[in-house]
């Protein structure tokens, strides 16, 4: 990988080679010595500019492989992750009061989440370690992405789950071929099962944080937000946060392109969490550490009490001049109905967290009505229906009676006249 300089401790700055094996610093363990991928930018600068990618027909995040972790033509799991839409949404603008609002709609993704971007770098690297099997705890969707990815290539993955996942994310898992061991207990039990499990077997590690190449591939979404606007750079960005490794990687999207030259100035970074499940938010506005939490929030994915890249996440938020904020579980389900009336796009809870802080951030004033922003819907709502029926209600039902479905029909605003 002549594009890899070295992998750096977070916390005490220490460098060590890019090789297998090598998850997290040895002197700092493994809750704070968290690695960062360090690029050789010049290297990238010199050899890739923006018409290498305008000519570049690759449309899923292995067109950014110059700005990944992964040797060049090295083996890949085969379905096309990324390169999802981003729409400018007038309508929820104007519902909101911004003037240039543009979406991500994540949820297109093949396994319907933004998780499929850093489980397809781990598969990929792990298919590189000859691994014959991988294993991640997730709160569902890092699961699924997983499962699916792995499925592609052949790899087989053992995954540990919340018993509270919903249906939807198990049905995907079980569909792709996992074993699949659901933890009757939170997020944080998973993980810690899991851990010792991966420990003892000695399997290919996906979990968050402790895999430095997860916020690599996450990253690819703000590297595509930033071909897909023409290398303009948003004045904001605003993300749903549970362990901090997808806003941690979008703003590293942005930090590589700025420093191999590719754009001059960076956005503010707006980080939102369930008011249920909110230990960054509380560490963000203290200064202090974060303190464990319960998980008590709808949008299970990101009800995670003990977030494992806390410190990547409060960087990314610090470096940017931006904020977090938190929403309420009616907010989240509010924001569900208002995506989905005015633009079209179905995210589950975790997946519109993003939009209803985003409202938030706009009313108090933190967010210009003059400011572009970049929100993501992270997550499909299909995953979730029992949610989204709760967000949006149930349809009118008639009896096979005509007089019935006229008299119906002439009661609802605006349908007959
Ligand atoms: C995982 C996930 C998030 C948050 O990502 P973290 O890396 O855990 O902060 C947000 N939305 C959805 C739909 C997710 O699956
Ligand atoms: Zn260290």
């Known amino acids: 990988m002549k594009n890899v300089k070295h992998l750096q401790c977070i916390n005490c700055g220490k460098t060590y080679p890019a090789e297998p094996g090598v998850y997290t610093c040895p002197d700092c363990g493994p809750a704070d010595g968290i690695l960062d ?10 050899n890739y500019s923006k018409d290498y990618f305008a000519n570049n027909k690759n449309y899923s995040i292995w067109r950014y492989e110059p700005f990944l972790p992964v040797q060049p033509d090295g083996p890949k799991p085969t379905l096309r992750v990324g390169w999802s839409p981003l729409y400018r949404t007038k309508a929820l603008a104007e519902a909101i009061g911004l ?6 709609d994540d949820g297109q993704n093949p396994t319907a989440s933004l998780k499929d971007r850093a489980s397809a770098i781990a ?23 997983l499962a699916g990815n792995a499925a592609s290539i052949g790899i087989k993955t053992c995954i540990f789950v919340p018993g509270r996942a919903p249906q939807g994310k198990v049905a995907q898992l079980r569909i792709f071929g996992a074993n699949v061991i659901s933890v009757q207990g939170s997020y944080e039990d998973a993980f810690k099962l899991s851990a010792a499990a991966i420990e003892r077997y000695g399997w290919y590690n996906r979990n968050a944080a402790i895999n430095p190449y997860l916020v690599e591939g996450k990253k690819t979404v703000t590297l595509e937000i930033c071909e897909q606007m023409n290398w303009q750079v948003p004045d904001w960005i605003v993300f749903s946060v549970g362990d901090g490794c997808t806003i941690a990687g979008a703003w590293k999207g942005y930090v590589d392109l700025y420093k191999a030259g590719f754009i001059d100035r960076l956005p503010k970074v707006a980080g939102v969490q369930a008011e249920g499940c909110a230990p960054l938010t509380k560490a963000f506005h203290s200064g202090k550490k974060f303190e464990p939490t319960e998980e008590n929030t709808i949008a299970d994915s990101i009800a995670v009490g003990v977030p494992r890249n806390a410190e990547k996440a409060l960087r990314a938020v610090r470096e940017s001049k931006g904020t977090f904020i938190n929403v309420s579980d009616e907010e989240i389900l509010a924001a569900m109905r208002l995506l989905g009336n005015t633009s079209g796009i179905f995210g589950e809870p975790a997946g519109v967290a993003g939009l209803a802080g985003l409202k938030k951030l706009v009313a108090n004033g933190t967010i210009g009505k003059h400011e572009t922003v970049v929100c993501a819907v992270t997550g499909n709502g299909l995953k979730d229906v029992n949610n989204a029926i709760k967000a949006a209600g149930e349809p009118i039902k008639v009896k096979p009676d005509l007089d019935e479905l006229f008299s ?4 609802i605003p605006g349908l007959v006249s």
């Open 37 to 46: 991928v360090i690029y050789d930018y010049d290297y990238i600068a010199k």
């Open 99 to 104: 003037e240039n609002l543009y979406m991500k």
């Open 123 to 145: 598969v990929a690297k792990a298919a590189e370690e000859k691994a014959p099997i991988i294993a991640c705890s997730s709160t569902g969707n890092a699961a699924s992405s």
């Open 408 to 411: 119906v029909l002439e009661g």
